[in-house]
């Protein structure tokens, strides 16, 4: 865990912050005036702010992992298919034969 992971678990809103944006746009498009609207576009803008905030840190740590080898697809796929090649039928006979 990063010290920025750490960071964030410190402060003392838990909730999700995707949670507060949505909550935070509802309560922005139910203003019936224009004052209001502004003042709860703040709002939704710090909420935003928050959100990239959190994704920010993840990708960071995510990023900072060390990555593990993994055989591809490809290559497994590219070893059956030049034994398939390589699998003519005489070929076969001579291994059932020999």
Excluded: C, K
């Excluded at 055989?71 to 590219?78: D, H, L, P």
């Amino acid at each position: 865990m990063s010290i920025a992971t750490e960071i964030l678990s410190l402060r003392r809103d838990q909730s999700s912050s995707v949670a507060t944006l949505i909550a935070a746009m509802e309560w922005e498009s139910a203003a019936e005036d224009d004052v209001h609207m502004v003042s709860r576009g703040y709002a939704v803008m710090q909420a935003v702010d928050i959100v990239l905030l959190n994704v920010a840190v993840h990708t960071a740590d995510a990023l900072a992992e060390p990555t593990t080898i993994r055989r591809t697809r490809r290559a497994v796929s590219s070893s059956r298919r030049n034994r398939r090649r390589s699998d003519a039928p005489e070929l076969r006979q001579r291994a059932m034969f020999a």
